[in-house]
């Protein structure tokens, strides 16, 4: 059974990067063919998706995001981390990844607990 677990700071400043790493147990992010994602929830708002990396490497990100996200895996630890630059307050969120069998979208079949992110001087 795959479990995700998000993990990183809280708190972060505004104009800083937020960094946060998912951990993958009981599978693997190289695995075909699955797409491993970054999705976010504002308070009051919906889900959003940020970007995924997939079983390749490769990656693709929210058009409206795409300037300042970055994905990346480290496949001898099973992690994937989001790094999100120049934040500000409206990136307060909570922040869920997730695994996918499709491209895309918040169609996830499994997911982290999320972790709450604050952005905030």
């Known amino acids: 059974q795959v479990q995700l677990q998000e993990s990183g700071p809280g708190l972060v400043k505004p104009s800083q990067t937020l960094s946060l790493t998912c951990t993958v147990s009981g599978g693997s992010t190289t695995t075909n063919y699955y797409y491993w994602s970054w999705i976010r929830q504002p308070p009051g708002k919906g889900l959003e998706w940020i970007g995924y990396?997939?079983?390749?490497?490769?990656?693709y990100y929210n058009p409206s995001l795409k300037s300042r996200t970055s994905i990346s895996r480290d496949t001898s630890k099973n992690q994937f981390t989001l790094q999100l630059k120049s934040v500000t307050p409206e990136d307060t969120a909570v922040y869920y990844c997730g695994r996918s069998p499709i491209a895309g979208g918040v169609d996830v079949d499994c997911w982290g607990p999320g972790t709450q992110v604050t952005v905030s001087a």
């Open positions: 990396i997939d079983y390749s490497g490769s990656t």
